[in-house]
Every structure is written in C-alpha cells, then in structure tokens.
C-alpha cells in the first residue's frame, strides 16, 4: 500500500504561482509514473500533468501548457507541480495519483493509488 501526501494549496491572485508537493510512501516510487488531477466544484476529475518514472517523458493539458511544469526527485519519493500565471479557473481541489507502471497515463483508471487533495484557490 503506497500513501501519498500532498502540501502546498492555498489562496493565490490571479497571475500569482503556487508549488504543489506529493510525498509518497514505499520503496518503488521510482519505478512508477506520477500524475496530477484536479476537481473543480460540479466538474469531472481531469488530468494536469503526467511524468514517467524517469522524468523523461512529460504531459501537459492544454489548458496548462507553459504555466505548470511537474518534476519529480526519485530520492526524496516527492513530485512536484510548479503552477504560474495562475488563473481563476485554475481553482479546484489538486490530487496526486500515482501510476500502474512506468508510463503516464491520462486515464484516471491509469493509477493505483491517489492522495487526499489539496484546495488551491485563485482570485481574480
């Protein structure tokens, strides 16, 4: 069972940045892909951004292209989602998930095991 653990939400103005952290639990971290979701209020969980076990290979939704970059630092089991010129339709509840194998997904079903959510709120 793998727990992961996310930090960093918060309240931010629009254009503003924000870094989203998730910890994760276990000794296979690095063998596996890591993906950031996002729930906005009436809306379907979508994909953010999605990183392969090596950090080779990245994914990016449109709507975030060249905003958000996600990295991941197999030593420290941590992924990251850097989040600038943040927008008011960026407000949603931010998970991490993390993948059934090495290559991302943008499927929800692509991942095992998810993180509890972290709020991230932009004003404008």
């Known amino acids: 069972q793998v727990q992961l653990v996310e930090s960093g939400g918060g309240l931010v103005q629009a254009g503003g940045s924000l870094r989203l952290s998730c910890a994760a639990s276990?000794?296979?971290?690095?063998?596996?892909?890591m993906g950031w979701f996002r729930q906005a209020p009436g809306k379907e969980r979508e994909v953010v951004a999605a990183?392969?076990?090596?950090?080779?290979?990245?994914y990016y939704a449109d709507s975030v292209k060249g905003r958000f970059t996600i990295s991941r630092d197999n030593a420290k089991n941590t992924v990251y989602l850097q989040m600038n010129s943040l927008k008011p339709e960026d407000t949603a509840v931010y998970y991490c998930a993390y993948g059934k194998g090495g290559f991302w997904s943008v499927r929800i079903s692509g991942y095992k095991y998810w993180g509890q959510g972290t709020q991230v709120t932009v004003s404008s």
């Open positions: 276990g000794r296979t971290f690095s063998s596996y892909a």
């Open positions: 990183i392969s076990w090596s950090g080779s290979s990245t």
